[in-house]
């Protein structure tokens, strides 16, 4: 070891394999005794996170990882605690609050859209008024669709969803409508559009007989409706061309075997009085008199009955009421009068005593 007292270029010129060392304020040089394989070796540099290198746990050149400082925007992460941001998205450190941090925030309405800073949202996202949605439609805070013919939903003056009106095409058969104009078929009948000829359109077509029924497509024809065979009816009854109700013991007709109207006979309840019947089964009273229902008791049953002495005679109750007498038919009044007239002669000619006539009541 030597002290260097030459001038600076001097120094320079002998002190070249040398390296200065301060000490205590003095310059001291000292010789490298190296030898020169080992002076020219290049030395091996540590990582460190100003190299310009991407090494260590770095995310990025000189930043992220546990070592360097976090990167800055748009440098690569690997975690948010990579970026200043503390936003890591797809790899890559976003700014933060941004409309791609897939965080709702600075007003976002849904996640990174809406509000007055980031795009519009798609259908369905969350809005709160209709500028945040790309339909310009938001209802119950919801992004909807704006109306079309293809939205699968009933809006502008559609009459089903996405058909009818004047602006969707014209609805299927069995689809709501307004008009025959909403309908394929033309038919719009209840509001329903129905096929055209068919069985529902209320039009007499295909082989019906009357509207809507009968013939061999359509359901059988009601009471009363137009018929061509029985089998156009529901009650198999096709009488002068029109459906007949099937024999009943409430169709006002006087059928099956019935002795009047919807009474007598096997079949239907027995008749009130004063109606006709065959026998004594077909009346309420079981007293059936030429072919009329008796009263019974009375003075015309033929049965000694009440207080009579006789066969509807004698007693106090021997008269046939006006009420039952002037109901009775012209041809039965003659008869029951002429029977009386002689029922009351007998007792004359029996008991003069006891004629008790009541002409008045036998007048007619």
């Known amino acids: 070891m030597m002290l260097c007292s030459s001038t600076p270029l001097i120094l320079l010129v002998f002190c070249s394999f040398s390296y200065f060392v301060v000490i205590n304020g003095r310059i001291t040089i000292t010789v490298d ?5 080992e002076r020219h070796k290049p030395r091996e540099k540590e990582p460190c996170c100003t190299d310009r290198m991407k090494n260590q746990d770095e995310s990025d050149i000189d930043c992220g990882g546990l070592q360097c400082p976090k990167c800055r925007d748009m440098r690569k992460c690997t975690s948010p605690n990579d970026c200043l941001s503390d936003v890591c998205l797809d790899g890559t450190c976003i700014p933060s609050p941004s409309c791609r941090d897939q965080i709702q925030n600075q ?16 259908d369905m996202k969350t809005c709160i008024h209709s500028y945040d949605c790309l339909s310009g439609v938001c209802i119950n805070n919801t992004c909807i669709p704006s109306p079309s013919c293809r939205d699968q939903m ?16 014209k609805c299927q058969d069995m689809k709501i409508c307004n008009i025959s104009c909403d309908c394929l078929s033309d038919v719009c009948i209840n509001n329903i559009c129905i096929p055209s000829s068919s069985c529902m359109d209320q039009i007499r077509d295909q082989d019906e007989t009357d509207i809507d029924c009968g013939g061999q497509t359509c359901p059988k024809c009601q009471d009363m409706k137009t018929c061509i065979h029985s089998y156009d009816c529901l009650s198999g009854v096709c009488i002068n061309n029109t459906c007949i109700p099937s024999p009943s013991c409430m169709d006002q007709i006087r059928d099956q075997d019935e002795t009047d109207i919807d009474c007598g006979g096997q079949t239907c309840p027995k008749c009130q009085d004063m109606k006709t019947c065959n026998t004594p089964q077909d009346c309420l009273s079981d007293v059936c008199i030429n072919n009329i229902c008796i009263p019974s008791p009375s003075c015309l ?7 009579e002495t006789d066969i509807d005679c004698g007693g106090t109750v021997f008269v046939l009421t006006m009420n ?3 109901h009775l038919p012209v041809k039965i ?16 000619v029996r008991n003069a005593a006891m004629v008790k006539l009541a002409i008045p009541v036998w007048t007619v």
């Open 301 to 307: 049953d033929q049965i000694q009955n009440q207080d």
């Open 324 to 326: 039952a007498f002037h």
């Open 33 to 37: 005794s190296s030898s020169s394989e």
């Open 107 to 122: 007003g976002e309405t849904d996640v990174d859209c809406g509000g007055r800073m980031c795009r519009k949202c798609q």
């Open 154 to 169: 009933q809006n502008q003056d559609e009459t089903d969803i996405d058909c009818g009106g004047r602006t969707c095409p």
């Open 333 to 348: 009044k003659y008869r029951t009068k002429m029977r009386l007239m002689l029922i009351v002669v007998a007792r004359f």
